[in-house]
């Protein structure tokens, strides 16, 4: 049964069901630390050809939003560690940088987070009090209650493992006994305000530094074997216990019966490392990244907690040149500056594309001259990750009180096939968005549609446009 002819859905149950809040799972970090790095625009221009509908940045370059205006693709912007001691002083500075820096760009860019600092608590560079995190980020949430953007912008910000006292067994781990007061009131903001606890997770770091003690397999996401905790749970894979690590460390200052979401802010491994860093290959980076993505698809949780749903930011797009550090640092990218894949790795997606057949990948030479129209044509498609109950619900309404003629999606018309709910709900979507005009929020359908320059058309099924 075509899913179009499930029209029969309640308005009551659809508005519900539209209420649900839609996460993506799979996000990636945007740094800019390199001087032959693609412009902004053509970056969100193609990225809405690929499963990424989430991108983290690590300041609120204008460029940059600007860029991803009306792309549908969320974006979580940052104040640089600089810039938290300012904030912290009171909402008026709090304000200021809100009002200069992020409010000209609302809404038509999508900015779903301010994550305040980078490792704030670990950045050696800093001698400020740790509580001038906490009052920052109380400053910023102040500014969004007060304009009422509370429920749509969250603040929160990223965590290294060092933040730990130590992180195995999972079961038992603390955050650093002189952290404790910090990540308490941390952790009362992020309960009360709804935000996730952020978490920069890296196996290659841990088995670069010991690989006499920990499997190459078991680093990459992929030992089958397993490795235990003292409490029973058993570990497939580094990245896992460390989550659960981070889990038992919240539960350790009594906040286990309150729901507090754990977002891999970010993780990644390079393709290229210094003398005698074995670890650092384009094959091991492709391994680990390829298995990220698809754990992030997955939505499955850990061994401590099978139920949640771990959202991942892998890091990273772009090899960066001007990054300090070692060689490593500069090369955890899927993409070289020029565009070209530093390995292979599918990004694609169908439906959000020129071809309409999930084929497309990542690459910034090819896409603009056949992929990218300029100009007044665009579309509107859904998201690669859209959550189904909210899609089935999105095709219902467009086909029924939305007055979208939906015929070619049934008896064999010519967008019957493929016979999925995302073709057929992107195919409504548009229909809908190019009928009651092309502006943003026709394409919004509660966080699940996406605006894109490619005309998805395919085959015989022609998406309209106005």
């Not at 989550?243 to 200052?253: F, G």
């Not at 005698?276 to 949780?301: F, H, Q, V």
């Not at 999930?358 to 896409?367: A, H, M, P």
């Not at 998201?383 to 939906?406: I, M, W, Y």
């Amino acid at each position: 049964m075509p899913p179009t002819t499930s029209l029969l859905l309640s308005v009551p149950i659809l508005l519900l069901l539209l209420l649900i809040d839609n996460v993506s799972s799979v996000g990636i970090n945007y740094g800019t630390l390199g001087n032959n790095l693609p412009s902004p625009k053509k970056v969100a221009q193609l990225l809405q050809s690929t499963l990424i509908d989430k991108v983290k940045i690590y300041d609120t370059n204008p460029n940059i939003l600007e860029a991803f205006s009306n792309t549908g693709i969320d974006l979580i912007v940052a104040v640089e560690n600089e810039n938290v001691a300012n904030i912290s002083r009171d909402s008026a500075a709090a304000d200021r940088w809100f009002t200069t820096r992020v409010s000209p760009f609302l809404p038509a860019t999508s900015i779903v987070g301010i994550v305040v600092g980078n490792e704030f608590l670990g950045d050696s560079g800093s001698d400020l009090e740790p509580n001038t995190l906490i009052q920052a980020m109380q400053n910023i949430h102040s500014v969004l209650v007060q304009r009422d953007l509370d429920h749509k912008i969250k603040i929160t910000t990223p965590h290294s493992m060092a933040v730990l006292a130590s992180s195995f067994p999972p079961s038992s781990s603390t955050f650093a006994m002189n952290l404790i007061p910090i990540m308490t009131s941390i952790l009362e903001f992020l309960t009360g305000t709804g935000s996730p606890f952020m978490i920069n997770a890296y196996p290659y770091f841990a088995y670069r530094d010991n690989p006499s003690i920990i499997d190459l397999e078991y680093a990459l996401l992929g030992n089958d074997t397993g490795v235990r905790d003292p409490k029973g749970y058993v570990y497939s894979n580094m990245l896992d216990a460390q989550i659960d690590a981070v889990r038992s460390a919240i539960n350790a200052l009594g906040f286990g019966n309150q729901t507090v979401e754990i977002v891999i802010s970010e993780s990644g491994w390079p393709s290229k490392g210094g003398s005698g860093d074995t670890a650092a290959t384009p094959g091991n980076a492709k391994t680990y990244n390829t298995r990220l993505i698809e754990r992030g698809e997955s939505n499955r949780g850990t061994p401590m907690r099978p139920k949640d749903k771990i959202e991942v930011f892998v890091f990273s797009l772009f090899n960066e040149n001007q990054k300090k550090g070692d060689i490593s640092e500069r090369n955890f990218g899927i993409f070289n500056g020029d565009g070209s894949k530093v390995y292979e790795i599918d990004l694609s997606c169908k439906f959000c594309s020129s071809d309409g057949g999930g084929n497309n990948q990542l690459g910034f030479g090819e896409k603009l001259s056949s992929g990218v129209s300029r100009g007044p044509s665009v579309w509107c498609v859904a998201k690669p990750h859209a959550d189904e109950k909210l899609l089935q619900a999105v095709l219902d309404f467009c086909c029924g009180p939305g007055g979208v003629d939906c015929k070619e999606l049934v008896n064999r018309g010519a967008c019957f096939d493929p016979n999925k709910l995302h073709a057929h709900a992107s195919y409504a979507m548009n229909a809908y968005y190019q009928m009651h005009g092309r502006n943003y929020w026709n394409c919004d359908f509660k966080g699940t549609g996406l605006v894109t320059f490619g005309d998805p058309s395919y085959g015989t099924c022609r998406y309209p446009q106005q």
